[in-house]
């Protein structure tokens, strides 16, 4: 409460169930308290004032928790860095390398991604792949690679020290998630230039058109990745496609210009509509 009167705040930002309830009772209804919400699970900060959601799947979990007649604006996360321009084609490795990145926990879908790379061997469709990452599936992964005979053709280097080493290394990512908030890993495929399989899972879905940014598969179908994966490696004009389109959106949507003066309206709207109350 201190703070909040020493500093005169207007409004107060807050990322998380607890930030939102400390800060309610500090501010007594007399700022109003915004949500960041970045998680798909958002029932215990429904209490906020307004919300700022990363993707409209979040805005719609929030109403249905309880949120529907309080202010929602749609705020996805960015690319601080990005490059200028979009960095020159390359051509794919002999044998094209593919690659998927994250925490190695269920919902990110690398068993997924793991049965697909073993029907492209099936098919003898010739490639190595990088599975970059770490958690408490590893030891199931690893297993996984060993039963579907990948052993040769998959490594698994842990955390690598950022994602440009990853895309230095392989042609094509692919989001294999069955459920993911937003998916700022894709922000960073377009910035590099990597051409992207992914799923239709909540963020990925919204970044993505299928055949525009990305090839889109359904969630939980290692057949349609693989078959788009291999789409990718046979079709070079498709891959150039993805890359171009995939680069331009993050240019327009995902850059600080962009989403700072989306953030800015957003606070502006919510100080604005507060009503007014004695001083604090």
């Not at 068993?111 to 958690?135: E, I, Q, Y």
């Not at 990745?225 to 150039?240: G, H, N």
């Amino acid at each position: 409460m201190s703070l909040l009167q020493r500093t005169k705040a207007d409004v107060v930002i807050a990322h998380c169930s607890r930030s939102i309830a400390l800060m309610k009772r500090a501010a007594r209804g007399r700022v109003p308290v915004v949500c960041v919400m970045h998680s798909l699970n958002p029932k215990r900060c429904v209490d906020a004032d307004a919300f700022i959601n990363i993707t409209r799947c979040i805005e719609e979990r929030l109403k249905a928790e309880g949120a529907e007649g309080k202010p929602h604006f749609l705020v996805p996360n960015m690319l601080p860095d990005s490059q200028e321009v979009l960095p020159p084609e390359r051509p794919y490795q002999q044998p094209v390398h593919l690659g998927a990145i994250g925490r190695f926990v269920q919902y990110k879908g690398f068993d997924l991604f793991l049965a697909a790379l073993g029907l492209l061997k099936d098919k003898r469709v010739p490639f190595t792949a990088t599975l970059a990452g770490d958690g408490a599936e590893r030891e199931l992964l690893e297993n996984q690679i060993k039963q579907l005979g990948l052993r040769d053709r998959v490594s698994m280097p842990g955390w690598l020290p950022n994602s440009a080493t990853l895309f230095e290394r392989i042609d094509i990512l692919c989001v294999p998630s069955r459920h993911e908030p937003f998916g700022l890993i894709i922000l960073e495929a377009f910035n590099y230039g990597i051409p992207l399989v992914v799923t239709s899972a909540e963020g990925p879905s919204e970044i993505c058109r299928d055949g525009e940014e990305a090839l889109v598969c359904p969630v939980d179908d290692p057949k349609a990745l693989a078959v788009a994966m291999e789409r990718l490696i046979a079709d070079s004009a498709q891959a150039s496609h993805l890359r171009r389109q995939g680069f331009q959106t993050l240019k327009q949507r995902y850059v600080p210009e962009v989403v700072g003066e989306r953030l800015e309206l957003a606070l502006e709207t919510v100080v604005a509509n507060q009503p007014q109350r004695p001083g604090m």
